[in-house]
């Protein structure tokens, strides 16, 4: 079956979907996901099966949950190998659908997040070593299995992959989703997670939090105004851990949300679904 008949769906795919799989498999493995690039596949099997992704081996934790992504530039199809606890072996090959991304043209950035001084390419580079550390390669809790939620509800101002022009300059493409809110307002834990950065001013993303899902996915969340939470801490779904600010490289007070997994850059709305109905802006109570 070609995968990308399911582009824009919400993907469930069970073994029986692939031509010249026995009849058995239906019931040995299931992916949910989208195939498409920047999406996410959660894969249930039996717990003591081997995962292997193009030759790269997955962690499966005891629920039988495992993890795979693509990046915003993916090409091409992926091959799945799996050995299940009696022997059996299976191969699934899928093919990643291509997006469209859109140009975003932002002006008013200050100059020094457009074209840093030498002495603020060091900070960059001392923030980039900080983030590196941040990103393990596997945790073995499973949380990225559980339904997320969005950490601020608001209106939806910048999308997964954008082509980005600063003051016309061209730059990276935009790897988060941007969620208006006022200065102030709380975020939350998109799922379960344990804290494996929280910094209040790196240069480019201001305050930020890396919640490390499992697995190696991460979502991290900038320009924070307010960090509640500490390395190492265990945070649950919903539990306060910031707040919305205008920090590091901003024109105004948003939350971006970004996700990785391993080394790719990844749409977190594809996780969180459709945004509730946003709220008028309101200034929050603030916290006594």
């Known amino acids: 079956m070609n995968l990308r008949l399911l582009r824009y769906l919400p993907l ?22 989208e195939a498409i690039q920047g999406g996410i596949i959660i894969g249930t099997t039996e717990p003591g099966t081997k995962v292997i992704l193009d030759g790269e081996p997955l962690m499966v934790s005891d629920r039988g ?4 992504a693509f990046d915003r530039d993916h090409e091409g199809a992926v091959h799945l190998d799996l050995e299940y606890p009696d022997a059996e072996r299976e191969s699934l090959s899928i093919e990643v659908a291509t997006r469209e991304y859109d140009v975003q043209r932002i002006e008013g950035v200050a ?5 840093p001084s030498a002495e603020q ?3 960059i580079a001392r923030d980039r070593n900080l983030k590196r550390t941040a990103r393990p390669t ?6 990225f299995a559980d339904e997320f939620i969005w950490p601020v509800n608001g209106v939806v101002t910048g999308t997964f992959g954008l082509q980005r022009f600063f003051n016309g300059q061209p730059r990276r493409p935009h790897y988060g989703v941007d969620v208006a809110a006022v200065t102030g307002t709380p975020v939350a834990a998109p799922a379960a997670g344990i804290v494996r950065l929280a910094h209040p001013d790196l240069y ?6 890396f919640l ?23 945070v649950e779904q919903g539990e306060i851990i910031g707040a919305v600010g205008a920090t590091g490289r ?14 790719a850059h990844v749409d977190p709305a594809l996780l969180a679904g459709d945004m509730p109905t946003p709220k008028p802006l309101e200034r929050p109570t603030e916290a006594p």
């Open 12 to 33: 469930v795919i069970v073994a029986s979907l692939f031509a010249g799989l026995p009849a058995w498999a239906e019931d040995r493995v299931s992916l949910t996901g």
């Open 65 to 68: 949950r495992f993890l795979f």
């Open 111 to 115: 100059s020094k997040y457009v074209s």
């Open 121 to 123: 390419l060091e900070r």
């Open 138 to 143: 596997d945790t073995a809790r499973d949380w």
């Open 204 to 209: 480019f993303e201001g305050g930020a939090i």
């Open 212 to 234: 490390d899902h499992g697995h190696g996915l991460i979502s991290v969340m900038m320009h924070l105004s307010r960090v509640d939470v500490e390395v190492g801490q265990q």
């Open 250 to 263: 901003v024109t105004g007070p948003h939350l971006d949300w970004r996700m990785y997994w391993r080394a």
